[in-house]
């Protein structure tokens, strides 16, 4: 059996980034990917998207049926590929607002204060643009592209309404509006496989192997001491001499904890699964950002450059919030709801929600690993949130109303103008809302008697194991998702390393 100092069990956003830093550090690692190598084209071409979604490289999840959808399913795309989600998302990089991280702190998670992942942040990203240089040189191309005309509409009507131009790039998100920073780099994704693994693959300390799904972890008094996987249906058991880091996400690693016997000790003994540690908070706090499609026909023809996610905007619906709990966001092409007419020259903002009180759950139908597991996340459970979602509606509806659009603003279709007052938009939000493909929580680190992970990422009751993914996030951050997993596994990297924190020097500039 080949030795391996530390197992990596997923090769998606967070666990290429970790496999690569414990690489670079010397470290024995064995990397293991449920999906394929990104041998796709259209993964690399960031305007084919949506041709990714429902594809080979997508686990294709769906959710329990919504009360608070209309009865609806909501469809959740998960990347099963190396680089994972970093693969098929919409490569939008934001580092959320400061105060994110400092709840989080405040929460008992010490040590991930803004001041403290700042230095994270920074250590990953290569911009290109001089004034965001990071001197040391991250790994990570973040590329901000100048604005297509209907994108510079979009800003224009957004100050018409009275939001300020801001670039979230230094200091983290605030309100206002402003352009997309993207994971690009010569036209090309830069998803974290091909920013941090794909150069090192040949490393005589890395080990990748594909097509791997792990069934359950090995754990010996106590402790993890390794992985039993499948490739092709053939069994086979790898050893961990010192740690297994857990970046299989806000689904796979909740669902290999639950198949390890580490969880709810009822939920576990219905299945017949043995309780290797009572674990109440596996699968629970499950969130998401959300989104409601507004479209527009176009006057104009959309250009090509305006097909991509190139602007968004950060709302306080309310002047009490210390940070925005909204993010819509324009797209280039018409994309509309379930059940509404697609225009054949269009575009799309959606209307989002960025801190939704409601709470999920991820539970197991059965120990077999190739079965979906149950996802509830109970969307609108809580009602302020439709109301939030409710207030981005009505406003993204008024910012496209300012005068800087009128050349591109013509018939709404989604949700319509036979829509207007409050209670009609209800019913549109219920039957419109899609997720935006954030969900985390469901391995939330703490303190607490609910959650999973300590702040060194490390799993309660059981030594040698930690999760580094989405799934450890308290709350969702503040905009997009994938920013904040590769700070995480980044610092993932230091605490399993046990090297000093990356110092900050200075919390607001890049």
Known sequence: MTAHDII?????????????????????????????????????????????????????????PQPGCAGRRIYWPRGRVVGG??????????????????????????????????PYFRRAERHDDAAQANPLGGLLPVTRVGPSPLATAFLVAAWEWGLPLVDDRGSGVREGVGLTSRMIHDGRRASTWVSYVAPVLDHPNLTVVTNALVHRLTITKGRTTGVVYSVNDHLHHAHADQEVALCAGVIGSPQLLLRSGIGPADHLKDLDIAVRADLPGVGENMHDHLVAPLVWESREPIPESAVGLEAHLYWRSHPSLLVPDTQPVLMGFPFPPPGWPRPEQGFTVMAGLDRPRS????????????????????????????????????????????????????????????????????????AATLSYHHQVGTCRMGVDSLSVVDPELRVHGVRGLRVADASVMPQAPTGNTTAPVVMIAEKAADLMLERTPVMSHGSGAA
Do not use: K
């Open 85 to 118: 989600c970093s693969a098929i998302n919409g490569m939008i990089y934001t580092r959320g607002a400061s105060a994110d991280y400092d709840h989080w702190s405040y929460q008992g998670c010490y040590g991930w204060d803004w001041a403290s992942v700042l």
């Open 359 to 430: 709470r999920g759950r991820l539970r197991l139908r059965s120990s077999d690993p190739d079965e979906p597991p149950v996802l509830d996340p109970r969307i609108y459970t809580e009602p302020h949130d439709l109301e939030v979602m409710v207030d981005s509606v009505l406003m993204v509806r008024d910012i496209v109303n300012q005068p800087a659009m009128d050349s591109w603003r013509g018939t709404e279709i989604a949700p319509g103008l036979n829509v207007a007052e409050r209670g009609r938009t209800r019913e549109f939000v219920r």
């Open 8 to 64: 990596v069990i997923g090769a998606g956003t967070a666990g290429s980034v970790l496999a690569r830093r414990l690489v670079d550090a010397g470290r024995r690692v064995l990397l293991l990917e449920a999906g394929g190598l990104d041998e796709e084209p259209a993964i690399h071409d960031p305007a084919r998207l949506l041709e990714l979604w429902g594809s080979g490289v997508d686990w294709g999840y769906w959710t329990e």
